[in-house]
């Protein structure tokens, strides 16, 4: 009996849609959507009554605050903003890297504005979309040109499927890394119709072990950067330049995949120097490709710089056109360049070398303030710590490297598990997500925006 009580005093959806809460909403969406969202959020309550695990009647207007959350997830599932309290700079699962103000303008500008993205506005004749960001490229990397596709592997599978089709590539065991999203560099190699050729051993590799597998079915030399991974110990590696040397004794092109491709020198930040585009193309690799939403800190993209004729071949391949960016990749990629030809620049403007290059004692100031913010919220002082921990870059770049930080920890009350508490935070507006470490939440704090702290704050507060 107590059961159908509580279900018959639960508020009737007109009575949900009168608050204020729903009527913000319905002024933003059609109200046949929200009145959806509100239905669906009415059955999870019946359920849980039902069920056992809510006795309690929800208010309307704590009915239209869930069902702002039922709404966005389950009515209308657009990708939620997140508060990137994990510490993890370039995160795959939360979009990689931050775009720079000046990126963000480009993007609204070309957006919002017709632009000459594959036409030349000197004899209005149709030309190459890339042809603008291909001079950026090359003043940036010295390289004779570049071109862009829509990411790093798709960079990788063209340049083998237009110089190796049938042909035979040659590759150090040691660098047959798995890429992110279970992409195999073998599996690339497959795709594009190249034949794999592994030389030396996981561990150890030389010259005379490539030399030893050129014959005349020999199409390039590729060299993988291990950005994912580190082998240690008992090692031998095959240095780019004297891959290069034997590339020009044999005619036969040398790629490398850098991965990450870094601009700048991260190891300013303290951290272990990472390959740069341009080292690479100084030291006479035929063709480079990275990505541009990494080290680099711009939009998704494989880019790929070096010999004129080798690029002008990657252009006339079919897979070319079905591997091309838009336009608002095209004006990202533009406006995050227009930063490196001031290095000092870039790192002021660029976020993913912000987050690099934020000093410790800035992060703890911002932990404080966090930590603060949470106590004059309600959160017990006891449950609230600010501790030292390591921050990551991420994004399959330097694997081994952490950057020392300061995070703000809570930990749950009594009964509450830090599982549930957070999924509360990822499930809240806006969603956040952070680290789990000793039964407690760490919110690593270099990852979190400045002007997301009070936001932070308040969201916590809400779950604990």
Known sequence: MEKQSLLRQLPAVHEVLQTETAQKLMRELPRTVVTEAVRKTLDKFRQQILSGDGLEVPTPEQVAQQAQSVLWREV?????????????????GLGRSLLSKRAVQRLVEVATRPCALEVDEVTGERSFRDLRVEKLLCLLTGAEAATVVNNNAAAVLLILNTLAEGREVIVSRGELVEIGGSFRIPEIL?????????????NKTRLSDYERAI??????????????????GFTEQVSLEELVALGRKYNLPVVEDLGSGAFADVSKAGIEREPMVQESVKAGADLVSFSGDKLLGGPQAGIVVGRKDLVAQLRRNPLYRAFRCDKLTFAALEATLLS????????????????????????????????????????????????????QVGGG????????TWCVVVKPKEGDSPDDFAQRLRLG???????????????????????????????????W
């Open 76 to 92: 209308i599932p657009l990708m939620p903003r997140v508060i990137n309290a994990t510490g993890i700079i370039v995160h795959t």
């Open 397 to 404: 770049a330097l694997p081994d490297q952490f950057l020392p």
């Open 429 to 463: 507006n806006p969603s956040v997500f952070c680290r789990i470490q000793k039964d407690a939440l760490w919110f690593d704090i270099r990852t979190v925006l400045p002007d997301e702290l009070k936001e932070l704050a308040e969201c916590i507060a809400k779950a």
């Open 190 to 202: 497959r795709k594009s119709g190249a034949v794999l050729v592994e030389v030396g051993t996981t």
């Open 340 to 391: 490196y030809f001031d290095e000092e620049q870039a790192w002021r403007e660029i976020p993913t070398l912000q987050q690099i290059a934020l000093s410790e004692r800035e992060i703890k100031r911002r932990a404080r303030q966090v930590a603060q913010r949470l106590q004059k919220l309600g959160v017990p002082k006891e449950a609230v710590s600010v501790q030292p921990s390591t921050s």
């Open 215 to 232: 014959n005349e079915r020999t199409s390039l030399l590729l060299k993988v950067h291990q950005s994912n991974f580190r082998i240690i």
